[in-house]
């Protein structure tokens, strides 16, 4: 299998991981080692040898939350699809909405083991991490942004 083809593989199952569709992680990988600006869909099931309903499917997810842009070349018929300028801000502060949930789940943890040092201080430990992860991220990310 050439390099590309095991790159895009790979991202297909960090993105899956993420929780995408491995198609859509596929895509994303495409997208981003592809020698070209954007591809439209038919290209893209080529390419991946997926179906066509798969590609749709997946796109149209992307495109919802804001990791993938259509655009239209000018006397071309097909849309065509290419990443966001500021995909990966976008997918980080997408992720960190799972902070909320860990603190939240720590709560409602403390909340039923009472008194128990040890089991509270491994809940206690999760929350307040991501309660501070999630008060630091914003700002890492506007100093992200402000460098480019």
Same mark, same amino acid.
């Given at each position: 299998m050439p390099p590309i083809s095991e790159f895009i593989e790979?991202?297909?199952l960090y993105f899956e991981g993420l929780g995408l569709s491995r198609t859509a992680g596929r895509i994303m990988g495409w997208l981003l080692a592809g020698d070209v600006d954007g591809a439209d869909a038919p290209l893209l099931c080529e390419e991946l040898g997926v179906a066509k309903s798969s590609v749709s499917v997946a796109l149209r997810r992307l495109e919802q939350i804001g990791l993938v842009e259509?655009?239209?070349?000018?006397?071309? *018929?097909?849309d065509r699809f290419r990443l966001t300028e500021d995909v990966f801000g @976008?997918? &980080?502060r997408a992720?960190?909405?799972?902070?909320?949930?860990?603190t939240a789940l720590a709560e409602r943890g403390l909340a039923v083991v009472g008194d128990d040092p040890v089991r509270r201080? *491994?809940?206690?430990n999760m929350r307040d991490m991501y309660a501070f992860?999630? @008060?630091? &991220?914003?700002?890492?990310?506007?100093?992200w942004e402000a460098t480019r």
């Open positions: 790979e991202a297909g259509r655009f239209r070349v000018a006397g071309h *018929r097909r @976008r997918a &980080f992720q960190m909405s799972a902070f909320g949930t860990f201080r *491994r809940l206690e992860m999630a @008060r630091r &991220f914003p700002q890492l990310l506007d100093e």
